[in-house]
């Protein structure tokens, strides 16, 4: 595949970043669902609905219809946390993207960009150009220019549910230490006793 660069964010890519961030959180909708659903909490709450549509009607199939029925609720609620978290942002930081990160103190944006097309921003990158280390590069970006503004550290992290980023996306031989949940993965991970968010804790040292 062509080779990426990483660089400064253009007012010409404003219509890009804001699309790419938009699909790239949408698209943990369906494993945050999963996740829910595999949470004991939730399991106990179906079940419990089940036998009690059951005793209360004595028809197992208006028992499965009621599950069904709040499985689907259930889908849509959570489509709806990760929808209404893209709506605010791009309400928000990402509606004058200039003024927010190019024009305020200690702040930038940027892009990674192959043969002149945007495929990745904001921490996100398109699904067929992961696995390159664009994620990475871009967390070494952010890890550079927080060391020239004379931060002594940075925190990166990130929701259970988003695998990729866990897996690949930052950078290597860097400690992990718990990160405070953040009120949208606090939802979405209600009821389990495994970490709510991951990340880790930077120390810019000299030729980072």
Do not use: N
């Not at 893209?86 to 928000?92: N, P």
């Not at 990674?112 to 696995?131: K, L, P, T």
Request: proline share 4%; aromatic share 8%.
């Amino acid at each position: 595949m062509a080779p990426y660069r990483i660089r400064q964010y253009e007012d010409s890519d404003y219509e890009v970043v804001r699309t790419m961030f938009g699909h790239g959180i949408k698209e943990h909708a369906p494993a945050g669902y999963i996740h829910m659903l595999k949470c004991l909490q939730t399991q106990l709450l179906f079940l419990g609905l089940f036998l009690a549509v059951l005793a209360a009607s004595g028809s197992l199939l208006v028992s499965l219809l009621a599950l069904l029925l709040t499985l689907i609720g259930g889908w849509f609620c959570i489509r709806s946390l990760w929808t209404d978290y893209v709506h605010q942002s791009l309400c928000s930081d990402l509606l004058d993207i200039r003024r927010t990160y190019l024009e305020a103190a200690d702040s930038c944006l940027w892009v990674a960009e192959v043969e002149g097309a945007v495929v990745g921003a904001h921490v996100s990158v398109r699904r067929e150009h992961r696995g390159r280390g664009i994620g990475r590069a871009l967390c070494r970006t952010v890890v550079r220019f927080t060391q020239e503004c004379g931060y002594s550290a940075v925190v990166l992290s990130t929701s259970m549910v988003q695998y990729s980023a866990l897996q690949h996306g930052l950078p290597e031989g860097l400690g992990e230490v718990p990160i405070p949940p953040r009120q949208l993965p606090a939802v979405l991970l209600r009821g389990t006793s495994r970490p709510v968010a991951w990340g880790c804790f930077i120390s810019l040292s000299p030729g980072l």
